[in-house]
């Protein structure tokens, strides 16, 4: 039974000196690094480049804004061009059939058809009398 006490001693005081070993190589670590975190001089250089980014962060944003309003700008110029009443404004014309389907090809029509004809100030109902082909 002594020796098991004394094999047991033995065990405990190895295992107590292995964790004391590991706890002082992380203290040590932790000491390092707190040591070189407190050094003026990467102290002041982390600062001043703190300051640069913070003082660069505004105007990069607004460069950034002012991209994308530009974008913003030519993506509704490009709808704005695109706009059907633009395009009535110019002369041309949509025409729906009498279900208020847009026509696109005379196929879609026969003659005595009632349509709509939608033009810039408003529309006009008309009936086919006539159906062409495309002239060259």
Same mark, same amino acid.
């Given at each position: 039974?002594? +020796? ?13 000196? @292995? ?11 932790? @000491?390092? %690094? ?7 001089? %990467?102290?002041?250089? +982390?600062?001043?480049? =703190?300051?640069?980014?913070?003082? !660069? /962060?505004?105007? @990069? *944003? ?7 309003? &530009? ?8 709808? $704005?061009? +695109?706009?059907?009443? %633009? &395009? &009535?404004? /110019?002369?041309? !014309? /949509? =025409? %729906? $059939? #009498?279900?208020? =389907? /847009? ?7 026969? =003659?005595? $058809? ?5 033009? #810039? $100030? ?9 159906? !062409?082909?495309?002239? *060259?």
């Amino acid at each position: 039974r002594r +020796r098991d006490i004394g094999r047991l001693e033995a065990s405990l005081a190895a295992g107590t000196e @292995a964790r004391l070993s590991r706890a002082s190589s992380v203290l040590a670590y932790v @000491a390092n %690094r707190l040591g070189s975190m407190q050094d003026p001089g %990467r102290l002041e250089a +982390r600062r001043i480049c =703190v300051e640069a980014l913070s003082s !660069a /962060l505004p105007q @990069a *944003t607004e460069g950034s804004l002012d991209r994308l309003r &530009m974008r913003l700008g030519l993506l509704e110029g490009n709808i $704005d061009a +695109r706009s059907p009443r %633009r &395009m &009535m404004a /110019l002369g041309w !014309a /949509l =025409v %729906r $059939d #009498s279900r208020g =389907v /847009l026509l696109r090809s005379r196929s879609g029509a026969s =003659v005595g $058809d009632p349509l709509t004809v939608l033009i #810039s $100030d408003g529309s006009l109902g008309v009936r086919v009398e006539s159906i !062409a082909e495309r002239e *060259t």
